[in-house]
């Protein structure tokens, strides 16, 4: 199994950004997505999670300014990233997983497999 986090870069706040997540050798229909994020001397933060069936999830403080969706056919999770701020600097990792239950989506530990992250930089 590979996930290959792709997208990041360098923007001004109130910019945009669209990650991408390619997986392969897993039923990626069959699995949930996920994005979490990890800025330098933190622990590593849920950001967004899609479930096999579409069914959403976001953190508090990326609600309305976040978008994740997934793309069955070309086994690809994305992150669309609107209004960014210089808080969102961040590592960004995508992760998945098959047997997750709605109230575990957000937990870095329920999930198996996991991108190598792309860097996410937001200048005020």
């Known amino acids: 199994v590979q996930l290959q986090a792709s997208g990041g870069g360098l923007v001004q706040a109130g910019g945009s950004l669209r990650l991408s997540c390619a997986t392969s050798?897993?039923?990626?229909?069959?699995?949930?997505m996920a994005w979490f994020r990890q800025a330098p001397g933190k622990e590593r933060e849920f950001v967004a999670a899609?479930?096999?069936?579409?069914?959403?999830l976001y953190e508090d403080s990326v609600k309305g300014r976040f978008t994740i969706s997934r793309d069955n056919a070309k086994n690809t999770v994305f992150l669309q990233m609107n209004l960014l701020k210089p808080e969102d600097t961040a590592v960004y990792y995508c992760?998945?997983?098959?047997?997750?239950?709605?109230?575990?989506?957000?937990?870095?530990?329920?999930?198996?497999?996991w991108g190598q992250g792309t860097q996410v930089t937001v200048s005020s």
């Open positions: 992760a998945g997983d098959r047997q997750i239950i709605l109230s575990s989506l957000k937990f870095p530990s329920q999930y198996d497999y």
């Open positions: 050798g897993l039923t990626f229909s069959r699995y949930s």
């Open positions: 899609i479930r096999y069936n579409s069914n959403t």
